[in-house]
Antibody, heavy 121, light 107 residues
């Protein structure tokens, strides 16, 4: 059974770096084809894909956020990470991590419940 | 980016009724479309992928159709647990993009 859970700071100040952790079970990010994606949703707005990291270490970021995103993984501890630099109020959102599979196309078959992040001074 | 347009944004229906939600892509995405269900306090649930393939565990009253640019999610004989928000998502090309959602409410 695949489960994912996001954790993060809750609130942070503008211009700071947001660091999020996705702790998962039921699969390994060292297994061929496995991936973890990050998706966010501002309150009352739609879903936005941010980035993905794959079993082989390859990463893909949403160009709309330019170089502000960094994704990484700790295979031994079944965790994936997202860093967002230079945050501002527009980054206030619920952030989700989700499981995806390389061979099936990038849809998301398991999601975490999300972690709310507020950027405020 | 591929723009995904969902309609309607809101839909009111009663248990037992059938409803359909439309999702239109700004360019052809073949059948690389998924549908998700969002409910408060629960993780988003993948219902359908590849346009019409039911994910394991999705009730058979859900069906998906379409290819190219036009897709439809149909729910037949609505049950109480179906009242939720539904999103479509294309994964034909990067970045994956989502529709704005359709809120299915109890009439």
């Amino acid at each position: 059974q695949v489960t994912l859970k996001e954790s993060g700071p809750g609130i942070l100040q503008p211009s700071h770096t947001l660091s999020l952790t996705c702790s998962f079970s039921g699969f390994s990010l060292s297994t061929y084809g496995m991936g973890v994606s990050w998706i966010r949703q501002p309150s009352g707005k739609g879903l936005e894909w941010l980035a993905s990291i794959w079993w082989n270490g390859n990463t893909y970021n949403n160009p709309s956020l330019k170089s502000r995103l960094t994704v990484s993984k700790d295979t031994s501890n079944n965790q994936a990470f997202l860093k967002v630099t230079s945050v501002d109020t527009a980054d206030t959102a619920t952030y989700y991590c989700a499981h995806t599979r390389y061979n099936s196309g990038e849809y998301f078959d398991y999601w975490g419940q999300g972690v709310m992040v507020t950027v405020s001074s | 980016d591929v723009q995904m347009t969902q309609s309607p944004s809101y839909l009111a229906a009663s248990p037992g009724e059938s409803v359909s939600i439309s999702c239109k892509a700004s360019k052809s995405i073949s059948n690389n479309l998924a549908w998700y269900q969002e409910k408060p306090g629960k993780a988003n649930k993948l219902l359908i992928h590849s346009g019409s393939t039911l994910q394991s565990g999705t009730p058979s009253r859900f069906s998906g159709s379409g290819s190219g640019t036009d897709f439809t999610l149909t729910i037949r004989s609505l049950e109480s647990e179906d009242f939720a928000v539904y999103y479509c998502q294309q994964y034909n090309e990067y970045p994956p993009t989502f529709g704005a959602g359709t809120k299915l409410e109890l009439k």
